[in-house]
């Protein structure tokens, strides 16, 4: 490896200036991206994820809804791991109760 750098010039470099600073800085960059990153992703993420599961909880027979594959229709029935969704005049789909992806106001399905 001598051949990169004499032995002389890198003997000669000697520690650089400034001590512990910038570790203290680096250090603080990097809490401070983490709080960053939390405030920005993890934490609207959580909430948003909150807010579905209490829509799903929340789900009674007569709501219009959405599915998560865009499937528009009206609850006809609701169990603990299932709800029957009415998409059409007698055609009903049994969709798992998290694939509800969006609870609609009352009179946007009409069958």
Request: no cysteine.
């Amino acid at each position: 490896m001598d051949f990169f750098i004499s032995t002389a010039a890198a003997q000669a470099a000697g520690a650089p200036a400034g001590g512990s600073q910038p570790q203290m800085v680096t250090f603080a960059l990097t809490i401070g991206l983490f709080v960053f990153l939390y405030f920005m992703m993890i934490r609207p993420q959580s909430k948003k994820a909150k807010e579905h599961r209490e829509m799903v909880a929340k789900l009674a027979v007569g709501d219009e809804v959405v599915t998560a594959g865009g499937i528009l229709g009206r609850v006809t029935e609701a169990g603990d791991t299932f709800v029957t969704v009415e998409v059409a005049k007698g055609v009903a789909l049994q969709v798992q109760r998290f694939q509800v992806s969006q609870l609609m106001p009352k009179g946007t399905y009409k069958a």
